[in-house]
């Protein structure tokens, strides 16, 4: 178990360089000049060799990353192409923090509705309200963002007025409820499917015998014996999620207007403003690399089980 | 004796129905016992059908446009109503669900089939140094925020392949291929690479790591047989069913990814039609999806309903069929 672990602490430093390696190139063989992105159109060739010879384009590509891993591990991710003068850190930070809220919301919605119904199905195996909670969830999660996102506004905003179209004022103002619902409705899906299938494995399971037979009452196995177990393998999903906590989301930002890592990675993208994109990527990778990590160890805490193997 | 009599008789009456219920009959008839995936395998099969008649089924061209006649209602010209344009909104569907049909047989093809099963093989069973570095590579792959890098990999190498399509073109005197959508189709493959056969690769590869170690196996390798046809006769037949669950549950994420891209712009390109473009123009790429529900609901939910049919029926068709190829989930 120990050489496991050290196995992966040492891989994961040499993931994280290929990732940079990978995003690196892409940024680098994209569309778009840099200096083309900076000086318009119509430049003289002169400024053009200054601006290269100014951003070190000159040099070779692996000296070029080089330079560039090393400034982004002391925080410095380069300075954006579109909006000048400003560094890719001054721009990212704030929606970073933006999107981490909204998707932190929207996770503990998808959690407070998913486990309860997974659970909920699962002890009601073979009545009519297994498939049905199934279905309903699988239904949801196949609404595309494109209707949930409209249909919500609709409803809840113009026809209710119970919350604005759009905005953004931080996790305890009431128009973070909407955007939050339409991310973490999808999701409820997954969590439903994946707690039913793993309480069904532990209803099996002699120890739930042996507990009832104990003379334990029911809410004591439920919640002690039957959820507790149950959530265990659920902890590696929530790992990957939490690492996206940070991704943002795309289509939801761009539909009511809020000013987070979506909106930005996408409009960058267009824009063709390839540091902030590289420095997204690399963000969004780094967080789902060191979340796998902790939750891989995280394991081994909770099961002692997996431990021993 | 008796028993030679039981192993030669393939002439006997009744061998026929015992011979026809091999894996995939008793499948599908446990299959047509579930009405639900049943429904869902219906749905899918009229969808699928509907886009591949396109050419037929349609009433304008999907490009048309007509100026006198814009943002209208259903009519019995135009079934749907009309666009922005004047475009004939039934036509675009059609021709938006052929896009999303070539996309998911295509990236079916070439990501899960011919990459994931094959690197899952190699993986599975020859182990040891092609199969750190598949799983290494799968690693580096997954490391990535999916749909980023999805639209990363789409925005960059757009430009290059219409250069080379382009260049092709003038070279060799075969034209038409950039206004087909030929090129869309290739950049959509490419970048929905990643997505695709990474979770065909690591299942492949888990089952193949059981599998190798069964006695008749070991038996076939003992009797001298050949690698390839242990992995096609012995291994492959054993491990379709697992694969054709995560097909099912991934030709809906695909499905759903290219209308994404394609609302987005990055994936097919005007004139050609796409569901995701078609939702993209709906909703102006999503800043007036409010005023198109409330104005013009059809040109936004017709395409919605397509795709949420179609998203809804390969999810249920995924679990009804975990539940008919492993009878122990039931």
Known sequence: MLAYMVRRLLWTPVLLVIVSIVVFILGTYGPGDPVEVRLGQNYSPEAAERLREQLGLNDSIAEQWGRYVWDALQGDFGESFVFQGRTVGEILGPRLWVSAQLNFAAFLITLVFGIPLGFYAAKRQGTWSDPAVVLTTLALFALPVFIIAPFLIWLFALQLDWVPVSGWGGFFDKRIILPAVTIGVPGIAVFTRLMRASTLDVLGQEYIRTARSKGLSEVVVNYRHIARNALIPIMTIMGFTFASLFAGSLITELIYGIPGVGRISLDSIFARDFPVITAIVLIGATMLVLANLLIDFAYTVVDPRIRLQ | ?330
């Open chain 2, 1 to 330: 004796m008796s028993l030679d009599s039981i192993n030669e008789s393939p002439s006997a009456p009744n061998t026929r129905s015992v011979r026809g219920r091999n894996q995939f009959s008793l499948a599908f008839s446990r299959l047509r016992r579930k009405r639900l995936g049943m429904i869902a395998l219906t749905v899918i099969a009229i969808i699928y059908l509907a886009g591949i008649f396109a050419p037929v089924l349609d009433t304008h061209g999907y490009s048309e446009t007509n100026l006198l006649k814009t943002q209208e209602g259903p009519d019995t010209e135009n079934f749907l109503g009309t666009d922005r344009l004047g475009r004939d909104t039934y036509t675009r569907l059609l021709w938006g669900i052929q896009t999303t049909v070539i996309v998911t047989v295509a990236s079916l093809l070439t990501g899960a089939l011919l990459l994931g099963l094959t690197l899952g093989l190699v993986a599975g069973y020859f182990r040891g140094t092609a199969d750190t570095i598949i799983a290494r590579v799968g690693e580096v792959v997954s490391a990535f925020p999916d749909i980023l890098l999805i639209i990363l990999l789409a925005a960059t190498v757009r430009p290059r392949i219409l250069d080379w399509t382009r260049s092709f073109e003038d070279s060799s005197g075969i034209t038409g291929l950039v206004s087909s959508g030929f090129v869309d189709f290739i950049v959509i493959g490419i970048a929905l690479l990643p997505l695709s056969w990474f979770g065909t690769m690591r299942l492949v590869r888990g089952q193949v790591l059981q599998l190798r170690e069964a006695d008749y196996v070991e038996a076939a390798r003992a009797m001298g047989t050949s690698t390839p046809r242990i992995l096609i006769r012995h291994i492959l037949p054993n491990i379709i069913s697992p694969l054709i669950v995560t097909v099912s549950f991934g030709m809906g994420a695909v499905a759903g990814t290219e209308i994404a891209l394609s609302f987005f712009g990055l994936g097919v390109q005007p004139p050609r039609p796409s569901l995701g473009i078609m939702i993209g123009e709906a909703t102006g790429r999503g800043s007036t999806a409010v005023s198109v529900l409330t104005q013009h609901p059809e040109q936004l939910l017709a395409p919605i309903a397509v795709v949420w049919l179609l998203i809804f029926a390969w999810n249920i068709l995924g679990d009804a069929l975990t539940d008919v190829f492993n009878p122990r989930s039931r």
